[in-house]
């Protein structure tokens, strides 16, 4: 549990360091910030969402340090967006643990009534990190009043899930 603490610290500072750099850089204006920190039973999730005129970046971590299978991050969002396009990164850390061999991890971002819009998933991994791309194309836009990333995990050994993403 204490690497998970030096990790939390350590990631709490670097993401909002990097939400202002990639926030002016994609949405050129903030309009309002909105961001989460909870700590679980099962490890810890937090998030960041800044606003702009029209884009929406949002950056958050999960820390996995035991078994727990579905895990939702609920993310606020103060006033409903439109969205034609999702992308961005979700990487993907896998801590290595006595007796660990292989397993998978799934992240999705989920609409206000739970609807899929992008799906990213790792397979037969041991411990390592890497990042995947996620994105989408809707074929009309989507009128989002709340978001929720979903990480599911079948490793035996502590997981932490990064999200970067952009909506516009």
Request: net charge neutral; with cysteine; hydrophobic share 45%.
């Amino acid at each position: 549990m204490t690497m998970f603490k030096t990790i939390k610290i350590a990631s709490v500072a670097v993401m909002f360091v990097a939400a202002l750099v990639f926030c002016f850089r994609a949405a050129g204006q903030v309009l309002s910030t909105e961001s989460g920190t909870v700590n679980t039973s099962w490890g810890y999730y937090i998030w960041q969402a800044d606003y702009g005129g029209e884009t929406t970046a949002l950056l958050s971590e999960t820390g996995i340090s035991k078994p727990a299978g579905v895990v939702r991050t609920p993310v606020t969002i103060p006033a409903a967006v439109t969205i034609d396009e999702l992308h961005g990164d979700v990487s993907f850390t896998i801590w290595k643990a006595a007796g660990c061999r292989n397993g998978s991890a799934v992240a999705q971002v989920l609409d206000q009534d739970g609807n899929v819009l992008a799906t990213v998933s790792l397979t037969e991994r041991s411990p390592s990190s890497t990042t995947l791309p996620i994105s989408t194309k809707f074929g009309s836009p989507r009128h989002i009043t709340a978001l929720q990333l979903q990480t599911s995990t079948a490793q035996c050994s502590a997981v932490t899930v990064s999200w970067s993403l952009v909506m516009s």
